[in-house]
Structure formats: C-alpha cells, structure tokens
C-alpha cells in the first residue's frame, strides 16, 4: 500500500473489530520504501503505529535505515529488504550508517 | 601532521596532474581506468587496515570499503565489457596509484592509535579529493551516459564514505581524549 493511501473498508473494519474485541492492528499496513542509488523513495513517509516499513534494497551496495536517536537499525542488504513495525509515534529521522549521506524520514501517527 | 601533510600534497597532485592540468578532455576509457583505480586503490588501503587495526571501528569502516568498492567496481567490468570499452591506463591513473602506494609505506610504519588515526584521517582527504575528481573532471568529460549514470552514483557513495570516515575520526579524537 502506498504511503497516504485510504482504506475505504476502515470505519467497518474498525467498529467490527473494536466489537470483536480484535486489535485494530490487525488493519496494519505494509509500506514499501525503495532504496537506490543510494536514496531512500520516498524520503519522507507518513504511516501509523502498528504498520510496517519495508525498504527494498535495490542497490547492489548494502545499506542501512537507522534512526537517528539510535531507536532501530534494520540491515539493507545488497538486492534485499528489510522491514520494521513501527511502535511509536512521532516524527523520525534516520540514515544509512555506511553512508551518513543518505537521509530520510517517517512521521508516525498514533 | 606529515601524514595529514602528504595526504593534502596527493589530493592536489591529483588535480593537478598533467592530464587533468591541462583541460586535456579525457576519453571514456582513460575515465573508466580512473575511477577503477580509485577503488582498487581504497581497497588496498583497508586490506593493509584490516590487518593491523585493532579498533572496532576502524575495522568495521574498513570492511565497509572492501565491500563497496569490490560491489562497484564489479559493475565498472561488467559496464565496460557491456560498451566494448578497454580501459586504458594514464598519468592520472599512474598517479594516482604511486600516491598511494607512498601512502600505504608511510602507514605500514604506524602501529596502534597512531594507525588508526592517519589511516582513518588519509581515508577522509583521499575521498575528498576523489569527489572533487568526479565532479569537476571525470562526470563532465564522460560521454557514455552509462558511464556518467556509474560515475554519479560512485560520487555519491565516495561522499558517503567520506561522511562515515568524518564519523569514524570524531570518535577516534574522542578516545584519544578520553585516555590521555
Ligand atoms: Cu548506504
């Protein structure tokens, strides 16, 4: 699912899942993050707490998404992905350890 | 200071050897050389580190550059065997190299933090200079537009180590400030 992109079944989902006692999470959504040449695409991405970022390392180069607080680090490598459920709000910004060039950012929603 | 001294002096001999001097407009195969010898030459420098550094850091960045130059310069053979193109050696190429191998005896003489430090110190004016190279004369002469897509992206991870190696430095000088 593309960052941003509405769900047109989440109020029902969400009241039968609330009445279900089932955990919203369940709606989580998966958002793909491409890395190549050396750039994260798109560099800023908007997402829930509960969703899962996935970067997909298209580079034959290894890289990193790391957070710059140094909350996570999730190992990109060459031709691979690497993914990350999110489980805080707020904004983020992270980079690639290997190289600090590369920046980008998640803003994450409650 | 003789180490960051000689590292300077090869960063401008780099700009200012003849072929580059002289607004000579290099051709593909002589860039394609370029830019292989200027990883085959970072390689070296972090086998040489891997076998004498001690520090995790410094191993881990030098295992860093292994890997990337081997990954691109890899992707320079198959681009230049894909364009039918025979790189061909030069005087920036010659330089290059014999800069470094000057570097490298300099370096084998070092032994502990002081290795460290000039290794790590010689990767960030090294990488410096290399940018530099590609952005003013190797990129703009370039006419292949594959070769000139290889050579922008090696910029952008040559500034990336760049970077790492400015990381990298930061905390070897805090060390040093912390143990004596
Ligand atoms: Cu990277």
């Given at each position: ?65 790391t957070?710059?607080?140094g ?26 350890r290997f190289?600090p ?10 | 200071m003789f180490i960051r001294l000689s590292a300077a002096i090869a960063a ?30 970072d390689?070296?420098a972090a086998k040489q580190a891997l076998a004498k550094t001690h520090n995790k850091e410094v191993k881990a960045f030098a295992e860093d550059m ?37 570097e490298r005896t300099k370096l084998s003489k070092l032994n502990g933090a002081a290795f460290d430090k000039a290794y790590v110190e010689n990767e960030v004016a090294y990488h410096k200079a ?30 990336g180590h760049e970077q790492h190696a400015e990381h990298v430095l930061a905390t070897l000088n805090q060390s040093v400030g912390h143990h004596k």
């Amino acid at each position: 699912m593309k960052p941003g992109s509405t769900c047109p079944a989440f109020g029902a989902f969400a009241l039968s899942a609330l009445m279900a006692g089932i955990s919203v999470s369940a709606h989580a959504a998966t958002i793909q993050i491409l890395v190549t040449n050396l750039e994260f695409s798109p560099t800023e991405v908007s997402a829930k707490v509960g969703d899962t970022i996935e970067w997909v390392n298209k580079d034959p180069l290894a890289h990193t998404a790391t957070a710059k607080d140094g909350d996570w680090d999730v190992m990109l490598p060459p031709k691979k992905s690497g993914s990350l459920v999110l489980k805080k709000a707020g904004t983020f910004a992270y980079y690639c350890r290997f190289h600090p060039n590369m920046k980008a950012a998640l803003t994450v929603a409650p | 200071m003789f180490i960051r001294l000689s590292a300077a002096i090869a960063a401008i001999t780099l700009l200012s050897s003849p072929a580059l001097a002289q607004g000579a407009k290099l051709t593909d195969p002589q860039i394609a050389h370029i830019a292989y010898t200027a990883g085959v030459i970072d390689i070296a420098a972090a086998k040489q580190a891997l076998a004498k550094t001690h520090n995790k850091e410094v191993k881990a960045f030098a295992e860093d550059m292994v890997r990337d130059h081997e990954a691109v310069n890899k992707q320079a053979l198959d681009l230049v065997k894909k364009l039918k193109v025979t790189p061909e050696d030069n005087d920036t190429s010659k330089t290059l190299s014999k800069n470094a191998a000057d570097e490298r005896t300099k370096l084998s003489k070092l032994n502990g933090a002081a290795f460290d430090k000039a290794y790590v110190e010689n990767e960030v004016a090294y990488h410096k200079a290399v940018d530099s190279a590609l952005e003013t004369q190797l990129i703009p002469s370039a006419s292949n537009a594959e070769l000139k897509s290889l050579l922008q992206t090696g910029l952008k991870i040559f500034q990336g180590h760049e970077q790492h190696a400015e990381h990298v430095l930061a905390t070897l000088n805090q060390s040093v400030g912390h143990h004596k």
